[in-house]
Protein backbone atom coordinates (compact mmCIF):
# COMPACT_ATOMS: atom_id res chain seq x y z
CA UNK A 1 0.00 0.00 0.00
CA UNK A 2 1.41 3.37 -0.86
CA UNK A 3 0.10 6.73 0.12
CA UNK A 4 0.90 9.92 -1.82
CA UNK A 5 1.10 12.96 -0.22
CA UNK A 6 0.02 15.88 -2.69
CA UNK A 7 3.11 17.90 -2.46
CA UNK A 8 2.19 20.93 -4.16
CA UNK A 9 1.97 23.44 -1.43
CA UNK A 10 1.04 22.56 2.42
CA UNK A 11 1.76 20.75 5.56
CA UNK A 12 3.33 18.18 3.27
CA UNK A 13 6.19 16.89 5.55
CA UNK A 14 3.62 16.72 8.42
CA UNK A 15 1.32 14.27 6.92
CA UNK A 16 4.34 11.87 5.34
CA UNK A 17 5.67 12.00 8.64
CA UNK A 18 2.31 10.68 10.33
CA UNK A 19 1.64 8.53 7.61
CA UNK A 20 5.12 6.56 8.14
CA UNK A 21 4.32 6.47 11.84
CA UNK A 22 1.21 4.66 11.32
CA UNK A 23 3.27 1.84 8.97
CA UNK A 24 1.83 3.28 5.71
CA UNK A 25 4.57 3.96 2.86
CA UNK A 26 4.02 7.80 2.31
CA UNK A 27 5.08 9.47 -0.86
CA UNK A 28 5.33 12.93 -1.95
CA UNK A 29 3.31 13.56 -5.53
CA UNK A 30 3.83 16.57 -7.79
CA UNK A 31 3.37 14.37 -11.52
CA UNK A 32 0.94 12.86 -12.90
CA UNK A 33 3.13 9.79 -13.22
CA UNK A 34 3.66 9.99 -9.19
CA UNK A 35 0.28 10.14 -9.21
CA UNK A 36 -0.59 6.62 -10.74
CA UNK A 37 1.77 5.30 -8.44
CA UNK A 38 -0.18 5.42 -5.19
CA UNK A 39 -3.22 3.55 -4.15
CA UNK A 40 -4.19 6.67 -2.51
CA UNK A 41 -3.51 10.64 -1.62
CA UNK A 42 -3.50 12.82 0.61
CA UNK A 43 -4.20 16.80 0.39
CA UNK A 44 -2.93 18.74 2.82
CA UNK A 45 -3.65 21.79 4.47
CA UNK A 46 -2.45 25.20 3.11
CA UNK A 47 -3.54 27.88 0.44
CA UNK A 48 -6.64 25.95 -1.57
CA UNK A 49 -6.38 28.50 -4.13
CA UNK A 50 -2.84 28.21 -4.84
CA UNK A 51 -3.26 24.19 -4.80
CA UNK A 52 -5.63 24.51 -7.51
CA UNK A 53 -3.56 26.98 -9.36
CA UNK A 54 -0.49 24.81 -9.28
CA UNK A 55 -2.53 21.40 -9.86
CA UNK A 56 -3.66 22.92 -13.20
CA UNK A 57 -0.38 23.68 -14.09
CA UNK A 58 1.47 20.66 -12.62
CA UNK A 59 -1.36 18.91 -14.38
CA UNK A 60 -2.65 16.88 -11.60
CA UNK A 61 -6.15 18.68 -11.67
CA UNK A 62 -8.18 16.13 -14.28
CA UNK A 63 -5.89 12.67 -13.23
CA UNK A 64 -6.85 13.48 -9.80
CA UNK A 65 -10.51 14.34 -10.96
CA UNK A 66 -10.41 10.79 -12.64
CA UNK A 67 -8.84 8.62 -9.89
CA UNK A 68 -11.35 9.90 -7.24
CA UNK A 69 -13.96 9.19 -9.80
CA UNK A 70 -12.88 5.72 -10.15
CA UNK A 71 -12.49 5.30 -6.43
CA UNK A 72 -9.40 6.19 -5.37
CA UNK A 73 -9.24 6.96 -1.40
CA UNK A 74 -8.57 10.52 -0.43
CA UNK A 75 -7.98 12.18 2.78
CA UNK A 76 -8.25 16.21 2.97
CA UNK A 77 -7.27 18.56 5.79
CA UNK A 78 -8.15 21.99 6.00
CA UNK A 79 -7.64 23.20 2.15
CA UNK A 80 -7.65 19.55 1.29
CA UNK A 81 -11.47 19.74 2.70
CA UNK A 82 -12.04 22.49 0.18
CA UNK A 83 -10.45 20.41 -2.90
CA UNK A 84 -12.90 18.31 -1.99
CA UNK A 85 -15.72 19.93 -2.16
CA UNK A 86 -18.34 19.65 -4.86
CA UNK A 87 -18.86 23.67 -4.20
CA UNK A 88 -16.70 26.43 -2.62
CA UNK A 89 -17.89 29.59 -1.30
CA UNK A 90 -15.99 32.58 -0.69
CA UNK A 91 -13.03 31.09 -3.21
CA UNK A 92 -11.42 32.89 -6.42
CA UNK A 93 -13.55 32.95 -9.35
CA UNK A 94 -11.27 30.62 -11.46
CA UNK A 95 -10.75 28.52 -8.40
CA UNK A 96 -11.33 25.02 -8.91
CA UNK A 97 -11.66 21.74 -7.07
CA UNK A 98 -11.10 18.32 -7.46
CA UNK A 99 -14.60 17.43 -6.61
CA UNK A 100 -15.44 13.72 -4.75
CA UNK A 101 -17.70 15.10 -2.06
CA UNK A 102 -21.55 15.84 -2.00
CA UNK A 103 -21.07 19.15 0.16
CA UNK A 104 -20.58 22.72 -0.10
CA UNK A 105 -18.11 24.18 2.07
CA UNK A 106 -17.32 28.12 3.22
CA UNK A 107 -13.41 28.95 2.62
CA UNK A 108 -11.84 30.88 5.72
CA UNK A 109 -15.02 30.13 7.66
CA UNK A 110 -13.79 30.64 10.85
CA UNK A 111 -12.12 33.94 9.99
CA UNK A 112 -8.50 35.33 9.36
CA UNK A 113 -5.34 33.70 10.69
CA UNK A 114 -5.38 35.43 14.23
CA UNK A 115 -9.01 33.91 14.45
CA UNK A 116 -6.98 30.45 14.24
CA UNK A 117 -8.27 27.99 17.18
CA UNK A 118 -8.26 24.87 18.73
CA UNK A 119 -11.41 22.84 20.08
CA UNK A 120 -11.72 18.83 21.56
CA UNK A 121 -14.08 17.17 19.52
CA UNK A 122 -15.84 13.96 19.30
CA UNK A 123 -15.24 12.08 16.18
CA UNK A 124 -17.27 9.19 14.62
CA UNK A 125 -15.39 6.55 13.79
CA UNK A 126 -12.31 7.88 16.27
CA UNK A 127 -12.45 5.84 19.51
CA UNK A 128 -10.62 7.06 22.78
CA UNK A 129 -10.63 10.89 24.51
CA UNK A 130 -11.88 13.82 22.75
CA UNK A 131 -9.76 14.76 19.46
CA UNK A 132 -7.53 18.23 20.38
CA UNK A 133 -8.51 19.67 16.52
CA UNK A 134 -6.08 22.48 15.73
CA UNK A 135 -8.34 24.81 13.14
CA UNK A 136 -5.84 27.33 11.09
CA UNK A 137 -7.59 29.96 8.76
CA UNK A 138 -10.31 26.80 8.37
CA UNK A 139 -13.50 26.45 6.56
CA UNK A 140 -16.77 24.57 7.83
CA UNK A 141 -19.59 22.90 5.31
CA UNK A 142 -22.70 24.73 4.98
CA UNK A 143 -24.42 21.90 2.94
CA UNK A 144 -24.00 18.27 2.71
CA UNK A 145 -25.70 15.77 0.45
CA UNK A 146 -27.66 12.94 1.29
CA UNK A 147 -24.48 10.16 1.02
CA UNK A 148 -22.11 12.07 3.16
CA UNK A 149 -21.91 11.39 6.80
CA UNK A 150 -20.79 13.68 9.15
CA UNK A 151 -17.89 12.66 11.55
CA UNK A 152 -17.67 15.89 13.82
CA UNK A 153 -18.90 19.11 14.08
CA UNK A 154 -17.44 22.24 16.51
CA UNK A 155 -20.31 24.12 18.81
CA UNK A 156 -21.39 27.54 17.92
CA UNK A 157 -22.54 30.06 20.30
CA UNK A 158 -25.94 28.97 21.23
CA UNK A 159 -25.53 25.63 20.05
CA UNK A 160 -26.44 22.45 22.49
CA UNK A 161 -23.74 21.67 24.30
CA UNK A 162 -23.00 18.12 22.43
CA UNK A 163 -22.78 20.36 19.27
CA UNK A 164 -25.51 19.01 17.58
CA UNK A 165 -26.37 21.72 15.74
CA UNK A 166 -22.68 23.10 15.54
CA UNK A 167 -20.74 23.66 12.75
CA UNK A 168 -19.54 20.63 10.53
CA UNK A 169 -16.19 20.25 10.41
CA UNK A 170 -15.75 16.31 9.22
CA UNK A 171 -16.92 14.26 6.81
CA UNK A 172 -16.99 10.86 5.23
CA UNK A 173 -18.17 10.25 1.58
CA UNK A 174 -17.11 6.60 0.59
CA UNK A 175 -13.77 6.51 0.19
CA UNK A 176 -13.34 10.56 0.77
CA UNK A 177 -12.89 11.75 4.35
CA UNK A 178 -12.29 15.45 4.90
CA UNK A 179 -11.57 17.49 8.15
CA UNK A 180 -11.39 21.28 8.54
CA UNK A 181 -8.38 21.00 11.09
CA UNK A 182 -4.80 19.55 10.46
CA UNK A 183 -4.34 16.74 12.46
CA UNK A 184 -0.77 16.40 11.28
CA UNK A 185 -0.64 19.53 13.96
CA UNK A 186 -1.72 17.89 16.33
CA UNK A 187 0.34 15.22 17.27
CA UNK A 188 -2.47 12.69 17.61
CA UNK A 189 -2.33 10.14 14.54
CA UNK A 190 -6.37 8.70 15.13
CA UNK A 191 -7.44 10.41 12.07
CA UNK A 192 -4.51 9.62 9.88
CA UNK A 193 -4.68 5.89 11.52
CA UNK A 194 -8.43 5.87 10.51
CA UNK A 195 -7.58 6.65 7.01
CA UNK A 196 -4.76 3.83 6.90
CA UNK A 197 -7.60 2.10 7.91
CA UNK A 198 -9.96 3.19 4.83
CA UNK A 199 -7.24 2.39 2.52
CA UNK A 200 -6.58 -0.93 3.79
CA UNK A 201 -10.56 -2.08 3.66
CA UNK A 202 -10.90 -0.20 -0.21
CA UNK A 203 -8.11 -2.67 -0.99
CA UNK A 204 -9.42 -5.72 0.44
CA UNK A 205 -13.02 -4.78 -1.33
CA UNK A 206 -10.88 -4.69 -4.48
CA UNK A 207 -9.18 -8.26 -4.12
CA UNK A 208 -12.40 -9.81 -3.21
CA UNK A 209 -13.74 -8.27 -6.45
Given amino acids: MKIGVLALQGDVREHLRALAICDAAAQPVRRPG ?3 DVDALVIPGGESTTISKLSVEFGLLEPIRKRIGDGMPVYGSCAGMIMLAA ?3 DGRPDQQSFGGIDMTVRRNAFGRQVDSFEADLTLAGVPGQPFHAVFIRAPWVERIGPGVEVLGRVPVAGSVPDGADGRIVAVRQGNLLATAFHPELAGDLRVHRRFVE ?11 G
Fill in 198 to 208: LVRDAQTRVAE
Fill in 87 to 89: EVL
Fill in 34 to 36: ELD
